[in-house]
């Protein structure tokens, strides 16, 4: 049951560690609040080809997926339209200068 929430949700099992690798990104979409955004293809995926929205820290090399799709022409529209999300919610972040309140 692959949608059974478990106590480790959100965190990555052992053997699901990924494997550094260096990739270029397909598009960069801006940055905010001290966070770059992209848009990167992952060949070597478990999934199998994706496309994944990326952020990572302006000050750092690294970068985390926010978000995977299909490697096909309506997920790579997807994932632009959730780049475009994530980087508006970094610059609504960014401009209130404090951690937001819960809602």
């Not at 053997?15 to 690798?21: D, Q, Y």
């Not at 994530?86 to 209130?96: A, D, P, Q, S």
Request: hydrophobic share 40%; no cysteine.
């Amino acid at each position: 049951m692959s949608n059974v929430i478990r106590p480790t949700f959100g965190g990555r099992k052992p053997s699901e560690a990924p494997s550094p690798g260096e990739y270029a990104p397909l598009r960069v979409f801006g940055d905010a609040a001290g966070y770059a955004v992209a848009m990167i293809r992952d060949e070597a995926a478990p999934e199998g080809p994706a496309i994944r929205v990326v952020v990572g820290a302006l000050s750092g090399n690294e970068v985390e997926p926010v978000a995977t799709y299909p490697a096909t022409p309506e997920g790579e529209a997807d994932a632009e339209t959730a780049a475009f999300a994530i980087l508006r919610t970094l610059e609504l972040v960014g401009t209130r200068g404090e951690a937001p309140d819960t809602a």
